[in-house]
């Protein structure tokens, strides 16, 4: 059975029977555990952790917790990967939103992750789309940089899964086998910590409380709306990275071009959901403790 077979298996109360994931003491549930219902403050780690620079290191995850992704978020998650996420109509909202709200956004990839074993390519596709218009944005020149930017980067359309109404209290009707299954962290933990030798260079120096200066778009339309960005290097170079490494990994998925992607390739998705909508969320498992120094883009 091939995984779109398997996952297609998992639609209703009648599927097919997924096998038993192995049982982890402690997993990435606590990603989405951690995240506040409401949008309150995503927690981070006190920096008397560790000195060392840009140093990940897992967290201890609460054995239980009151928050969790809930059974109509993953089943409207389930079927957004089996081909909504192509729906014109949705395309267009994600586009005005810059893709999903924080939690949406990493539940989106956990999810793909989850049903379709670490084959990312509906998320590679997404996430090339939404970061195209960010080229030309940091590119600009002219007068009145910090409030163009800051114009061009806002939303233009709320989260399309909060506009419908999915938060941590949503009901769903799917099989308890695909609820289950759309809770199983380990194939994103697999991707995660494969490729964090990449992704933890372009992690919002705001969103880590430490003196990075990269910036995901939340902080940086806040510091262009106060006129703090002097200068568009910085952020351009990183954008352009991401987009660069990204397409090569959404290209891989291209019979012609199989097996041509890196872990530095594979990396860029992460970075690329942590530049539109925060790494708050992704932080509360993994958190960066620097001393003020930056790690230089470079490619």
Request: charged share 25%.
């Amino acid at each position: 059975m091939t995984p779109t077979e398997e996952c297609a298996s998992l639609g209703g109360s009648s599927g097919r029977r997924i096998g038993k994931t192995p049982t982890r003491e402690r997993t990435w549930g606590s990603f989405f555990m951690g995240i506040a219902a409401k949008g309150s403050a995503p927690v981070y780690l006190s920096k008397e952790r560790s000195k060392s620079p840009f140093l990940f290191q897992r967290q201890p995850f609460p054995e239980e917790s009151e928050f969790r992704l809930s059974d109509g978020e993953i089943h409207y998650l389930y079927w957004f990967i089996q081909g909504s996420i192509m729906n014109p109509d949705i395309r267009q909202r994600l586009r005005r939103a810059w893709g999903l709200c924080e939690r949406h956004a990493w539940g989106y990839v956990l999810v793909e992750a989850a049903f379709c074993h670490g084959y990312m390519h509906g998320a590679s596709l997404l996430y090339e789309d939404l970061l195209t218009p960010a080229l030309s944005i940091s590119r600009m020149r002219g007068p009145l940089q910090n409030w163009r930017l800051a114009r061009d980067l806002r939303n233009r359309g709320p989260c399309p899964m909060c506009k419908m109404g999915f938060g941590p209290r949503s009901k769903g009707i799917a099989s308890p086998e695909l609820i289950k299954r759309g809770r199983d962290v380990t194939e994103l933990d697999k991707l995660a910590r494969s490729t964090e030798t990449y992704w933890e260079k372009t992690i919002c120096g705001r969103c880590a409380k430490n003196g990075s200066a990269q910036r995901c778009r939340r902080h940086l339309i806040e510091d262009a709306s106060k006129g703090l960005v002097d200068t568009f290097s910085t952020h351009n170079t990183l954008v352009e990275y991401i987009f660069y490494h990204l397409s090569r990994y959404h290209r891989s998925f291209r019979l012609e071009f199989q097996g041509t992607q890196t872990d530095e390739d594979v990396a860029a998705l992460i970075s690329a959901v942590g530049w539109c909508s925060g790494w708050g969320a992704f932080l509360s498992i993994y958190a960066t403790e620097s001393e003020g120094k930056n790690v230089a883009i470079q490619w």
